[in-house]
């Protein structure tokens, strides 16, 4: 089966990398190639903070109340106003104050600007929760469900593609260098670096 990375992937592929691509003012290959690895990112920062229960309730609750997964269905209307759907507000929860040095990863190694990785990452979050919540609907996924499910999401990732993924997890490693880094998911209040 496909991950959720895969899936949403294909579906941008029907025509919506174009125009976000037009929208940061990347092309569509290094648009993809952006894509690629911002979407795994954003859904093992979500499997770090569901690792922790406050982070998995405060996860469910988000996803129940604000995502059904109907952006996903709507996906040229969302891409037309993209700030519309607060990806600025989502990656604030996702990455707190790490999300600085992400937006810098990520630009050493996609190519692009670092506005552009920020546009990229706000258009990418909202999809991504939207994703999670098509999940949750279909599945009636309580609490630990929906963490099983982005654990065992994360875990395929990492197996399928061990590179890329020890490059992203390196962004999100919380041991990196020093205690700005141990930030990364303050949000939560918790230390999340010793989930393995």
């Known amino acids: 089966m496909d991950t959720f990375t895969q899936q949403l992937l294909q ?18 290959q290094t648009t993809n190639s952006a894509l690629s690895s911002t979407i795994p990112l954003l859904f093992s920062a979500l499997a770090k903070n569901a690792s922790e229960p406050a982070g998995a ?11 059904d997964g109907s952006i996903l269905d709507h996906m040229d209307s969302f891409l037309g106003n993209p700030e519309s759907a607060n990806g600025a507000g989502i990656l604030k929860h996702v990455l707190g104050s790490q999300q600085p040095a ?30 999670l919540g098509k999940q949750q609907k279909q599945a009636n996924l309580d609490v630990d469900g ?25 962004l999100l490693d919380v041991n990196k260098n020093g205690s700005a880094l141990d930030e990364i998911f303050g949000m939560l209040g ?3 670096g010793s989930k393995k």
């Not at 050493?108 to 546009?119: C, D, I, P, R, Y």
């Open 102 to 131: 992400v937006t810098e990863g990520l630009t050493k190694n996609t190519g692009l600007e670092s506005n552009q990785v920020a546009q990229i990452l706000q258009i990418a979050a909202p999809l991504v929760m939207g994703m």
């Open 57 to 67: 309730q405060e996860l469910f609750k988000a996803v129940a109340e604000d995502h």
């Open 11 to 28: 579906q941008l592929a029907q025509g919506a990398v174009s125009q976000i691509g037009q929208k940061i003012g990347a092309d569509e």
């Open 190 to 192: 918790k230390f999340l």
């Open 146 to 170: 929906l963490t099983g499910l982005l654990l065992g999401e994360k875990q395929t990732v990492e197996e399928s593609n061990p590179d890329m993924m020890g490059m992203l997890n390196t």
